[in-house]
Each structure stands twice: as structure tokens, then as C-alpha cells.
């Protein structure tokens, strides 16, 4: 079977690897750019743009919520500019029912949540 162009295995090896980075940096209250997460992803190959991470991060991000951890990715920013949340995690945030009126807002309960949870781990 293929998952979004890759082997199921292949796809669920980078799910694992994501997830693995991001609760890192959570325990650290940190965030992680867009680039120097696909820089860590070695199952399979993504570009920092690319429509493959996005459904890679909205998969991890999804599952993580539904266990009541909130949206992990929150934590993956841009490296410049705003250094916040592409508008991916916005979408994803309202499809799981969050207010998105105030992107900021939405984004920083986001965040403190993921950083509350796995901190304390």
C-alpha cells in the first residue's frame, strides 16, 4: 500500500521520527522551524514546504489531540519572519473544532498546552 506517494511503513516510520522531534522540543518549551525538522526526518524525504509535511504534521497533530495532548504542531514555526504557525496549522486547528478568530491566541493556548503536557513527562 502507499501513503501519500511513500511505502505505509515508510509513512509511519516518519510519523514516528516526527512525533519523536517535536515531543523533544516540548519538553524543552521550545519550538523548531519548519526546515530543521525535515533536516531530521530520515525515513523519508520532505522539503520544508512541501504538501507531504504538512499532511505528515496534520496526522501526528491529529492524533496527538485526540489523547487530549493538544495540536503538537504548534511547535513548528517559521524560521523567519513571524516565527509562528503556517496557515496549515490554522486549517487543521479549526477541522478539530478550535477558534481561530484570533490566530495568536489560538495558536499560543495551543502551545502552552503541548508545552504543559510534555514537560511535566
Known sequence: MSTHGFDDSDWESAKREVKKILI?????????SYSEL???????????????????????SSEEDAKGRG??????VHKG???????????????????????????RKELKKVHSYWSSQ
Not at 25 to 31: D, E, L, P, V
Not at 38 to 49: C, P, T, W
Request: proline residues 2%; hydrophobic residues 40%.
Open 71 to 76: 495540536m503538537i504542531a504548534a511547535i513548528v
Open 24 to 32: 523533544e522540543r516540548a519538553k524543552m518549551k521550545g519550538t523548531i
Open 38 to 60: 525535515v533536516e531530521n526526518i530520515h525515513s523519508i524525504e520532505v522539503k520544508a514546504r512541501s504538501s507531504r509535511l504538512f499532511k505528515l504534521l496534520d496526522e501526528v
Open 81 to 107: 519572519g513571524d516565527t509562528k504557525p503556517g496557515s496549515g496549522f490554522f486549517k487543521l486547528a479549526e477541522r478539530l473544532g478550535r477558534d481561530t478568530s484570533d490566530k495568536l491566541n489560538c495558536w
